[in-house]
């Protein structure tokens, strides 16, 4: 049966800067646990800790450069790319170039904190 998502839930980002988390799909707002989708607005400056996380992350970026690091590469990813994490694989995501980025988001399952194990 269809659902109708009448409007995202803010949810709380980790970081060094505000980040806007804008879920749509995912455990908070649909309480949807198969998968998650989210629109990010991240501040220039921004940076979060590195994190292994046990679920797949798709990331389409709409404005800006976000910048992707893993443990054998760093990747910019800019305005019409997208790139793909998967799980247990360690990655760091950041915004650190004028204007910051903005991008969906798509975690397989859905995102969640007890999914993430970030770097401490």
Same mark, same amino acid.
């Given at each position: 049966m269809a659902r109708l998502i009448e409007k995202p839930t803010k949810i709380q980002a980790c970081g060094t800067k505000e980040k806007k988390i804008k879920e749509f799909i995912g455990n908070v707002n649909s309480k949807t646990d198969a998968v998650s989708i989210a629109k990010m607005e991240s501040p220039q400056g921004w940076e979060e800790p590195g994190q292994t996380p046990e679920f797949d992350e798709y990331t389409i970026v709409l404005k800006g450069i976000l910048k992707? +690091? *893993?443990e054998h590469n760093s990747y910019e990813v800019k305005a019409g790319? &997208? #790139? #793909?994490? /998967?799980?247990?694989?360690? /990655?760091? @995501?950041? *915004?650190? @170039?004028?204007?910051? &980025? +903005?991008? #969906?988001a798509v975690c397989l399952p859905a995102f969640s904190p007890n999914l993430v194990n970030r770097d401490r």
């Open positions: 992707v +690091e *893993t790319q &997208a #790139i #793909i994490v /998967v799980q247990h694989e360690w /990655v760091r @995501y950041s *915004t650190p @170039y004028q204007g910051g &980025a +903005e991008y #969906i």
